[in-house]
């Protein structure tokens, strides 16, 4: 007779996709193991079914929490009356903060979502493109306002993503540069490109 599944606590569970993010990001999704990824959490291969049901299930946690703190995110800020800079401020910070607080989980969901299955797949991509529209929309607004240059506000979304990214490259330099200076100068880059 089978066992029913056990419910896996919370800390076991977040330890469980740490350490797969971390081989998603060094090994890439497809050539990550379940033995790897138990043998990274002192576990028996057997043993991590007790806690997830798939490889696959771990990417899309992983994917859909970092695509959920950045719309929760986003959602407090379209829901603030501050203009268009200061919104962009908050979310060029917040992506920095993201990219230095979860790294290898941003980075895998950055990468690895082509492997997601359908529907996740489609229901990721569809998430995506609404964060991006809506970035362009504060953008647009900043424009419409006076605020910012007038640029095609998709092109300002995509060059600020893009920037924001590149915080990979330091990351793997071990620069001793901090956090808050990497911050400060990448907002006065961006935000001064755009504002009039």
């Given amino acids: ?8 606590s919370p800390n076991r569970r ?18 990550t193991t ?9 576990m028996e291969a057997a043993s991590l079914y007790n806690h997830i049901s798939s ?8 994917c859909f929490s970092v695509a959920n703190d950045f719309n929760a995110h ?3 800020l379209e829901a603030d009356d501050s203009c268009a800079s200061r919104k962009m401020e908050a979310i060029i910070r917040f992506h920095i903060h993201m990219l230095l607080t979860r790294y290898n989980d941003v980075y895998v969901s950055n990468r690895d979502w082509k492997h997601l299955k359908e529907p996740w797949l489609t229901n990721f991509l569809n998430q995506r493109k609404q964060y991006e529209n809506r970035l362009a929309a ?16 998709h092109v300002a979304v995509l060059t600020m993503l893009s920037a924001v990214r590149s915080i990979e490259y330091w990351q793997r330099s071990k620069k001793a540069i901090s956090s808050k200076q990497i911050a400060d100068d990448l907002v006065m880059m961006l935000l001064k490109g755009l504002e009039q």
Avoid at 34 to 42: I, P, S, V, Y
Avoid at 55 to 62: C, F, G, S, T
Wanted: no cysteine.
């Fill in 1 to 8: 007779m089978a066992r029913p599944k056990q419910t896996t």
């Fill in 14 to 31: 977040q330890q469980i996709l740490e350490q797969a993010a971390g081989l998603f990001k060094t090994n890439g999704f497809n050539a």
């Fill in 34 to 42: 379940m033995r790897q990824l138990a043998e990274q959490t002192g």
């Fill in 55 to 62: 490889k696959e299930e771990l990417l899309r946690e992983i």
């Fill in 74 to 76: 986003l959602l407090q």
């Fill in 138 to 153: 504060i953008i647009q607004h900043g424009i419409d306002t006076g605020k910012f240059k007038a640029v095609h506000p």
